[in-house]
């Protein structure tokens, strides 16, 4: 039987390895750890409380494993399917995504695309609202559902090898033949590079290495706010995570909200430079706060085009300004230019869920141009869901979304200089999602087994 090596344990990484099962000797290889072993989240009492130190974005699950388990069932959202599949085989990719979860529990019913004039007041105010089928997992069912999955894997004969690290594709011929991974030599017939966002650096470097052309995708970058929950309740009635997407005055940027968390938890995440943060929502722990993504777009031209390198520097420079801890400002200091101070924030009527944080300046740490587009976008989306531009109102910083490196491929994401070496997912620059990147691994997989048969 040939062999198959999936480097990444991701929703691209799963879905692939589901695909391929039965088909190939199949073996994951994954840096980080099971996902029985990346919570984060503990129950004290009747309270939710987040340890420090999360395996946020490496392990069975990937980045996605340690999120609150948001689907968007849109071809629109998390990426433009457009680019590589017709939109009747994007809905057959989509589907196919569903029923993977729902078979391993995630909830069957879709969450009620409520009526509202939310798009309406959105459209009037210069502002994209982008109703979408969605469904919530929440981060407490997530590993059960992600365990299952990986269960399921090795008792229809996949391998696992966790903790363990590729430093390289072998390629000889033209052809990928392996890896070395822990400075041992591991071959295969097919190789499947599905990483995630926090090796988009690494897979760029072997890209590079064996001639394989790239282009560096745009970032996203911003903070996460928090709000009362009461303040964003006819949104997340309408949508669980309501898509907004405007152009700022100032700049003409387009800013977007992203991974909306009602009644939920600010969370730490990791970068390979520092520290941001990001957001949890459980099924069956509650606060009384809604959190969300706000965030501004980033593409570079000559003399960088290295957007993660950009997004680096960033990460690094919040760092050292938060102390290794993110920074949480409020947004009446930041647009009166002053610091948040702990004596600040406990005047404020808004309970911040995440504590170890620094209370400091946001605009110390961050881009000018992204400081004035998040206090711009923010005064606009006020005019649609009134609160949010409150002084009151918190800023975590920063939040990064780092996805920025996409290799020239053929069809089914086929390299397109090396055969037999594929890509998928996030780490590829082609998603931004559990489900876009599930369906890469997807078509991935079809490509394998399409040679196969050959």
């Not at 750890?33 to 129950?43: F, H, K, L």
């Not at 959202?77 to 680019?83: R, T």
């Not at 869920?353 to 992204?370: E, F, N, Q, W």
């Not at 890509?423 to 394998?448: M, N, Q, S």
Request: net charge neutral; glycine share 10%.
């Amino acid at each position: 039987m040939k062999k198959a090596i999936i480097v990444g344990a991701g929703p691209a990484g799963l879905m692939a390895a589901h695909k391929l099962a039965g088909s190939l000797d199949v073996t994951i290889i994954e840096r980080g750890r099971d996902i029985s072993q990346r919570s984060c989240q503990v129950i004290k009492g009747k309270e939710c409380i987040y340890c420090n130190v999360c395996h946020v974005t490496a392990g069975v699950g990937g980045a996605g494993g340690m999120s609150d388990g948001k689907l968007n069932f849109s071809p629109v959202i998390g990426g433009d399917w457009a680019e590589f599949v017709s939109p009747q085989r994007a809905d057959e990719l989509i589907d196919e995504v569903d029923r993977y979860f729902v078979g391993h529990g995630a909830p069957p019913e879709d969450p009620h695309v409520g009526g509202s004039d939310l798009a309406t007041r959105a459209a009037a105010n210069g502002i994209e609202f982008i109703p979408i089928r969605q469904k919530h997992i929440g981060s407490d069912m997530l590993p059960r559902v992600i365990g299952s999955m990986e269960r399921d894997l090795k008792a229809r004969g996949v391998k696992f090898r966790l903790n363990t690290r590729v430093e390289s594709v072998i390629v000889e011929n033209g052809r990928a033949t392996g890896v070395i991974a822990d400075g041992k030599r591991i071959k295969a017939d097919y190789v499947l590079l599905a990483p995630g966002r926090s090796a988009s650096t690494w897979l760029g470097e072997q890209m590079q290495h064996y001639g394989v052309p790239i282009r560096y995708m745009p970032i996203d970058v911003g903070v996460r706010v928090e709000v009362p929950a009461v303040v964003y309740e006819e949104a997340v009635r309408t949508n669980w995570d309501p898509k907004f997407r405007m152009y700022t005055p100032t700049h003409d940027d387009l800013v977007r909200t992203f991974c909306t968390c009602p009644y939920g938890f600010v969370v730490q995440d990791t970068y390979e430079s520092g520290v941001g943060a990001n957001g949890h929502s459980q099924r069956n722990c509650r606060s009384q706060n809604t959190n969300f993504a706000f965030l501004a777009r980033i593409a570079l031209t000559e003399p960088l085009e290295n957007t993660n390198e950009y997004g680096s520097t960033i990460a690094h420079q919040a760092r050292t300004i938060g102390g290794g801890r993110p920074i949480l400002q409020r947004l009446g200091d930041l647009t009166r230019g002053r610091r948040s101070t702990w004596e600040r924030l406990r005047r404020s009527y808004v309970e911040p869920t995440l504590k170890a944080v620094t209370p400091g300046d946001i605009s110390m740490a961050m881009p000018h141009r992204v400081v004035v587009d998040i206090i711009e976008g923010l005064d606009m989306l006020d005019r649609v869901v009134p609160g949010v531009a409150s002084d009151a109102t918190l800023l975590y910083a920063p939040e990064i979304k780092f996805a920025a490196i996409r290799p020239e491929t053929r069809e089914h994401f086929e390299t397109a200089v090396v055969d037999n070496l594929f890509v998928a997912g996030d780490g590829a620059g082609l998603t931004r999602g559990i489900v876009p990147a599930a369906a890469t691994g997807i078509e991935a997989a079809e490509g394998i087994l399409k040679k196969i048969e050959k």
